[in-house]
């Protein structure tokens, strides 16, 4: 009986380090200032108005681009949208704006109302396709070059450090 | 020239630590009943050593050095002189030299103050301790090295996570350290008892205030971090069953539970193996805690960087202490008689370390739960307050019904004939509770019952520091102790009761009401700080009833380096209640969102805590006047 508990006290320790073990080798990217330098991939989203998919082959087509996460109820996705204005006119880079977790009709309205800067719009309408690219909070911006690697990261809405920052490495 | 510098003390320190287990053991050999002076002289080196070792890491932050890999990961130029200093140890190399200074000066403390004890049970107190705190330093020089330098030396660092400067949360790691750290000492101690045989009751006298010292910095580090939640996290609460918040209280328990058992074991002999099984189990949590937050296994509000690599070292180092401890207990265990009298002191307090242990095991298990359902089955859950709630607040009614009896009970055997006064106070406490309830209309049967337990409590420590203090005999630090997690227990309850929270969208003039208040956004600014842009709302809190108005501003600050997003919280503090709200973007409109919570009675958990804490440090002044 006494040898029975030692050793089912070894084989649960075993266990819970073994588990502990195999936890450590998981990957978990909630920390979005890791991703700097870092490739992305699997990269599959949906089109705004139609049923088709931008995926990464289209990505590889431009020489930068600015990965954008808006939503109509986003107020300093308002205020940064001035900014996107501005650099859709740049020649060296696309935007991609991603619709996150809106309403069709209200994301229409804002960009009736305010212009569209994108050169792609998807939408991501479950907030899941964004968390691959470690987005928690909008506005966001990734800037992607043609291997698909980050260059910089954006949390908050776009200052104009940023924009020239962004101007000066696409140039 | 610092990186060198550190280097250097960090390769003599282990030089020294070598020397140190050396030396401790070949003088088992020698019949002598004292430990030879060298031994004292090595160890009143080492810990200075380490201390200086730990300025010139402060040194290289005051200064800037951005030769420094972890100064330029974590400081910046800009930084007030304050957060340089904390930034020290608010990352996770600056905060494992820590960990060994804590080791080594705790190892130097305890090999002065026990010379009343046999001389093998010292020497492997200090082996054990030594070959902690080697661990801790070759894990230090080859994986996460506070002096690796960087070249070329950039000309700015990085800064410190903004979320990470704020002076609570400067002081929080010190405090939590001395704490589960400093259960290292008794680890060590217990090892050594059992290896030499100690068993006497004598063992608990060198113990006990170390146990003591740890359990009540562990209380305040606890505390400490609480408040900053509040504070900082915007979301209102203090505690979150967070992991990492977990992670510090799962050694809380263990040491509570050690702290009563110590008593028994001391002036009945009873216990034994159970007081080391406990000692061994506190730093054991400790590490595992360490382990959690520090390898990124769990995602948490702290955010150590994450790497698999420290993980690894700490997991084998946390195996290899786990299994030499249960090894060594099982080869020592002997069945202890225990024949217990169920009205008497030693069961109650018995009954107090099942409750520690049944606490101990739910918040366990919800802590490591998601890492096996990621593990096993893949997916990503996450255990939050409704588990913990629903399992541990309906016991907690009987754990302070216990805890206002038990103390009271006489050793060996009670009689009991004082169950009158027990009742009396019942429906004392009963009256008092529906005298809350009938001002205040609220109800469920659950807080009633929890603020009945923790008025009893309150009642009865009262009414026993009353009567001690006739007699002359009192024992105030356990009864402020008990009193104030009485207190702390009702205030949690009042204010979960009668907190109110309300949640609106709100635009630029425009005024909400509810129940005796009204909130108007006034104002919305724009600033630029030298390392964040922040949107300031001020809304103003009006209470119709008294007319007092307050202004609040909150913000939403954008920092640049690093890059995050964090919601500032404004709060308004006073004695009877806080005022909590929250500004945020994210909402489905082109409204701004507030959150506003009124929160009756905070400060006065922060006292209780506080005061719990006192009852401590109170306990070990008596015990060095009864020494």
């Given at each position: 009986m006494?040898?029975?508990?030692?050793i089912?006290?070894?084989?649960?320790?075993?266990?819970?380090?073994?588990?502990?073990?195999?936890g450590?080798n998981?990957?978990?990217?909630?920390?979005?200032?890791?991703l700097?330098?870092?490739?992305?991939?699997?990269?599959?989203?949906?089109?705004?108005?139609?049923?088709?998919?931008?995926?990464?082959?289209?990505l590889?087509?431009?020489?930068?681009?600015?990965?954008?996460?808006?939503?109509?109820?986003?107020?300093?996705?308002?205020?940064?949208?001035?900014?996107?204005?501005?650099l859709?006119?740049?020649?060296n880079?696309?935007?991609?704006?991603?619709?996150f977790?809106?309403?069709?009709?209200?994301?229409?309205?804002?960009?009736?109302?305010?212009?569209?800067?994108?050169?792609?719009l998807?939408?991501?309408?479950?907030?899941?396709?964004?968390?691959?690219?470690?987005?928690?909070?909008i506005?966001?911006?990734?800037?992607?070059?043609?291997?698909?690697?980050?260059l910089?990261?954006?949390?908050?809405?776009?200052?104009?450090?940023?924009?020239?920052s962004i101007?000066?490495?696409?140039? | 020239?610092?990186?060198?510098?550190?280097?250097?003390?960090?390769?003599?320190?282990?030089?020294?630590s070598?020397?140190?287990?050396?030396?401790?053991?070949?003088c088992?050999?020698?019949?002598?009943?004292?430990?030879?002076?060298?031994i004292?002289?090595?160890?009143?080196?080492?810990?200075?050593?380490?201390?200086?070792?730990?300025?010139?890491?402060?040194?290289?932050?005051?200064?800037?050095?951005?030769?420094?890999?972890?100064?330029y990961?974590?400081?910046?130029?800009?930084?007030?002189?304050?957060?340089?200093?904390?930034?020290?140890?608010?990352?996770?190399?600056?905060?494992?030299?820590?960990?060994?200074?804590?080791?080594?000066?705790f190892?130097?403390?305890?090999?002065i103050f026990?010379?009343?004890?046999?001389k093998?049970?010292?020497?492997?107190?200090?082996?054990?301790?030594?070959?902690?705190?080697?661990?801790?330093?070759?894990?230090?020089?080859?994986?996460?090295?506070?002096?690796?330098?960087?070249s070329?030396?950039?000309?700015e660092?990085?800064?410190?996570?903004?979320?990470l400067q704020?002076?609570?949360?400067?002081?929080?790691?010190?405090?939590?350290?001395?704490?589960f750290?400093?259960?290292?000492?008794?680890?060590?101690?217990?090892?050594?008892?059992?290896?030499?045989?100690?068993?006497?009751?004598?063992?608990?006298?060198?113990?006990?205030?170390?146990?003591?010292?740890?359990?009540?910095?562990?209380?305040?580090?606890i505390?400490?971090?609480?408040?900053?939640?509040?504070?900082?996290?915007?979301?209102?609460?203090?505690?979150?069953?967070d992991?990492?918040?977990?992670?510090?209280?799962?050694?809380?328990f263990?040491?509570?539970?050690?702290?009563?058992?110590?008593i028994?074991?001391?002036?009945?002999?009873?216990?034994?193996?159970?007081?080391?099984?406990?000692?061994?189990?506190?730093?054991?949590?400790?590490?595992?805690?360490?382990?959690?937050?520090?390898?990124?296994i769990?995602?948490?509000?702290h955010?150590?960087?994450?790497?698999?690599?420290?993980?690894?070292?700490?997991?084998?180092?946390?195996?290899?202490?786990?299994?030499?401890?249960?090894?060594?207990l099982?080869?020592?265990?002997?069945?202890?008689?225990?024949d217990?009298?169920?009205n008497?002191?030693?069961?109650f307090?018995?009954v107090?370390?099942?409750?520690?242990?049944?606490?101990l095991?739910?918040?366990?298990?919800?802590?490591?739960?998601?890492?096996?359902?990621?593990?096993?089955?893949?997916?990503?859950?996450?255990?939050?307050?409704?588990?913990?709630?629903?399992?541990?607040?309906?016991?907690?009614?009987?754990?302070l019904?216990?805890m206002?009896?038990?103390?009271?009970?006489?050793?060996?055997?009670?009689?009991?004939?004082?169950?009158?006064?027990?009742?009396l106070?019942?429906?004392?406490?009963?009256?008092?509770n529906?005298?809350?309830?009938l001002?205040?209309?609220?109800?469920?049967?659950?807080?009633?019952?929890?603020?009945?337990?923790?008025?009893?409590?309150?009642?009865?420590?009262?009414?026993?520091?009353?009567?001690?203090?006739k007699k002359?005999?009192?024992?105030?630090?356990?009864?402020?102790?008990?009193?104030?997690?009485?207190?702390?227990?009702?205030?949690?309850?009042l204010?979960?009761?009668?907190?109110?929270?309300?949640?609106?969208?709100?635009?630029?003039?425009?005024?909400k009401?509810?129940d005796?208040y009204?909130?108007?956004?006034?104002?919305?600014?724009?600033?630029?700080?030298?390392n964040?842009?922040?949107?300031i709302?001020?809304?103003?809190?009006?209470?119709?009833?008294?007319?007092?108005?307050?202004?609040?501003?909150?913000?939403?600050?954008?920092?640049?380096?690093?890059?995050?997003?964090?919601?500032?919280?404004?709060i308004?503090?006073?004695?009877?209640?806080?005022y909590?709200?929250?500004?945020s973007?994210?909402?489905?409109?082109?409204?701004?969102?507030i959150?506003?919570?009124?929160?009756?009675?905070?400060?006065?958990?922060?006292?209780?805590?506080?005061?719990?804490?006192?009852?401590?440090?109170l306990?070990?002044?008596?015990?060095?006047?009864?020494?």
């Amino acid at each position: 009986m006494k040898n029975i508990i030692k050793i089912s006290i070894f084989i649960i320790i075993i266990f819970i380090v073994a588990v502990f073990f195999m936890g450590l080798n998981k990957d978990t990217n909630y920390n979005t200032n890791v991703l700097t330098g870092k490739k992305i991939s699997n990269i599959s989203l949906e089109y705004f108005d139609e049923n088709k998919f931008y995926k990464e082959e289209d990505l590889k087509k431009n020489n930068y681009t600015l990965i954008n996460f808006w939503a109509a109820w986003c107020a300093p996705c308002r205020k940064e949208h001035p900014l996107l204005m501005q650099l859709s006119k740049e020649k060296n880079l696309k935007l991609l704006g991603v619709n996150f977790k809106d309403k069709k009709k209200q994301a229409e309205i804002f960009l009736n109302d305010l212009g569209n800067p994108y050169d792609f719009l998807t939408k991501d309408e479950l907030g899941k396709s964004s968390v691959k690219f470690g987005i928690y909070g909008i506005p966001e911006s990734i800037l992607i070059n043609k291997d698909l690697m980050i260059l910089k990261k954006f949390v908050g809405p776009l200052s104009t450090e940023d924009y020239d920052s962004i101007v000066e490495i696409i140039n | 020239m610092l990186s060198n510098f550190g280097n250097l003390l960090l390769f003599i320190n282990i030089f020294l630590s070598l020397t140190i287990i050396y030396s401790a053991l070949r003088c088992l050999k020698i019949s002598s009943k004292f430990i030879p002076k060298t031994i004292y002289q090595i160890s009143t080196l080492q810990s200075t050593l380490i201390i200086i070792c730990f300025f010139t890491l402060i040194a290289g932050f005051i200064v800037s050095d951005f030769s420094l890999t972890t100064v330029y990961q974590n400081s910046h130029s800009l930084k007030p002189l304050f957060y340089k200093i904390s930034g020290t140890w608010g990352n996770h190399e600056g905060s494992l030299l820590l960990w060994v200074i804590i080791l080594t000066i705790f190892s130097f403390l305890f090999l002065i103050f026990t010379k009343n004890h046999p001389k093998e049970y010292r020497i492997f107190t200090l082996v054990i301790q030594n070959i902690l705190i080697l661990g801790f330093l070759f894990f230090i020089l080859f994986n996460s090295n506070p002096f690796s330098a960087i070249s070329p030396i950039p000309k700015e660092g990085l800064g410190l996570n903004p979320i990470l400067q704020d002076p609570a949360l400067a002081i929080h790691p010190p405090l939590l350290y001395l704490g589960f750290v400093g259960s290292s000492i008794y680890f060590s101690a217990a090892m050594a008892s059992l290896i030499t045989n100690y068993s006497q009751t004598t063992f608990a006298h060198s113990i006990k205030n170390w146990v003591l010292i740890s359990w009540c910095f562990q209380t305040l580090g606890i505390l400490v971090g609480s408040i900053w939640a509040y504070y900082e996290l915007g979301w209102g609460g203090f505690w979150f069953w967070d992991p990492v918040e977990n992670a510090s209280l799962l050694p809380w328990f263990a040491m509570t539970a050690l702290l009563h058992s110590l008593i028994v074991f001391e002036k009945r002999g009873l216990f034994y193996f159970w007081v080391i099984t406990l000692c061994l189990l506190t730093f054991i949590l400790s590490v595992t805690g360490t382990f959690l937050v520090r390898s990124g296994i769990l995602n948490s509000v702290h955010t150590f960087a994450s790497d698999p690599t420290r993980g690894i070292y700490i997991l084998l180092f946390l195996t290899l202490m786990i299994f030499s401890s249960i090894f060594l207990l099982f080869k020592k265990y002997k069945k202890e008689n225990y024949d217990l009298n169920p009205n008497s002191k030693e069961t109650f307090i018995l009954v107090n370390n099942w409750f520690m242990m049944f606490y101990l095991i739910t918040v366990l298990l919800g802590t490591i739960y998601p890492i096996f359902t990621d593990v096993l089955t893949g997916n990503k859950i996450s255990i939050g307050p409704p588990f913990y709630n629903v399992v541990i607040i309906p016991v907690v009614v009987i754990f302070l019904l216990i805890m206002a009896i038990g103390p009271k009970v006489k050793w060996i055997k009670e009689k009991f004939n004082n169950l009158k006064n027990y009742l009396l106070i019942l429906l004392g406490s009963i009256l008092i509770n529906f005298l809350i309830i009938l001002l205040f209309k609220s109800y469920s049967i659950l807080s009633n019952l929890i603020i009945i337990s923790s008025l009893f409590l309150i009642i009865s420590s009262l009414i026993d520091a009353f009567k001690s203090f006739k007699k002359n005999k009192t024992n105030f630090a356990r009864i402020i102790s008990h009193a104030s997690f009485g207190l702390l227990v009702m205030f949690i309850g009042l204010n979960d009761i009668f907190s109110v929270e309300k949640d609106y969208n709100i635009k630029l003039g425009e005024t909400k009401n509810f129940d005796n208040y009204s909130i108007e956004l006034q104002n919305l600014e724009i600033e630029k700080f030298s390392n964040y842009k922040a949107v300031i709302g001020s809304l103003e809190i009006k209470n119709n009833k008294t007319n007092k108005k307050n202004i609040l501003k909150p913000e939403i600050r954008i920092y640049e380096n690093p890059q995050t997003l964090t919601y500032e919280a404004a709060i308004k503090t006073s004695f009877l209640k806080d005022y909590y709200l929250t500004m945020s973007n994210i909402d489905r409109s082109d409204y701004y969102n507030i959150k506003f919570q009124k929160k009756p009675l905070m400060i006065w958990i922060w006292i209780s805590v506080i005061m719990i804490a006192l009852g401590g440090f109170l306990r070990l002044f008596q015990n060095e006047k009864y020494n």
